[in-house]
């Protein structure tokens, strides 16, 4: 299947929410998650929401092995997660730096709760449920958000914390290279 075009930031489709999934074992539900495979891999991300491929549905794919982007993240398992709900586990949140793909260039130290329940359906329309704490609840709560069409720079809650990568590392704010699970880069330890 093609490798698609990832929406950016300022295309008014990133801000709207996106409908629930109602038909399954459909050949066009079958060809999306095909698709967003396809371009996760290509641009080595760790996750996407279809609305960023510009179909506004409420699916999001994650995971990875090894990540060459993401050397130091424990493997997450490869979920297509339809329709999906998310719980908080206590009150705990950190926050950690993120990018996005459809904010390219950039990362934002944005707070997250630290542990999370995550409920939906899979391709074939089955249930599921699991328990996600670090970096596996931050991605599936970053994919999630952008289905309610909200990008991780409106999480950020100090505005000198967002910006280019490079100029974030020339300011001494992000590590050089920094990536996400690096953990003398990544978080902050700042504790919401």
């Known amino acids: 299947m093609p490798v698609r075009s990832v929406l950016r930031m300022g295309d008014p489709r990133l801000l709207q ?3 629930r999934v109602t038909q399954f074992h459909t050949p066009e539900l079958s060809a999306l998650i095909r698709d967003m495979e396809d371009t996760m891999r290509a641009e080595r991300g760790s996750g996407l929401a279809a609305v960023q491929i510009g179909v506004p549905l409420r699916v999001v794919l994650f995971g990875y092995g090894f990540n060459p982007r993401f050397p130091a993240c424990d493997p997450v398992p490869m979920t297509v997660l339809i329709n999906p709900q998310i719980e908080p586990i206590g009150t705990e949140r950190e926050s950690a730096w993120e990018g996005c793909l459809s904010v390219p260039g950039m990362r934002g130290l944005v707070p997250r709760h630290t542990h999370i329940v995550y409920r939906g359906l899979d391709a074939e329309g089955k249930t599921i449920q699991r328990e996600a704490s670090g970096y596996h609840a931050r991605v599936v709560q970053h994919e999630c958000d952008h289905l309610d069409g909200i ?18 590392e020339a300011a001494g704010r992000l590590a050089t290279g920094a990536l996400p699970c690096d953990d003398t880069a990544n978080t902050d330890s700042r504790r919401s």
Do not use: C
């Not at 990008?151 to 974030?168: C, H, K, N, T």
């Open 151 to 168: 990008l991780y720079p409106s999480r950020i809650e100090e505005r000198d914390q967002f910006g280019f990568v490079g100029e974030l």
């Open 17 to 19: 929410a996106s409908a």
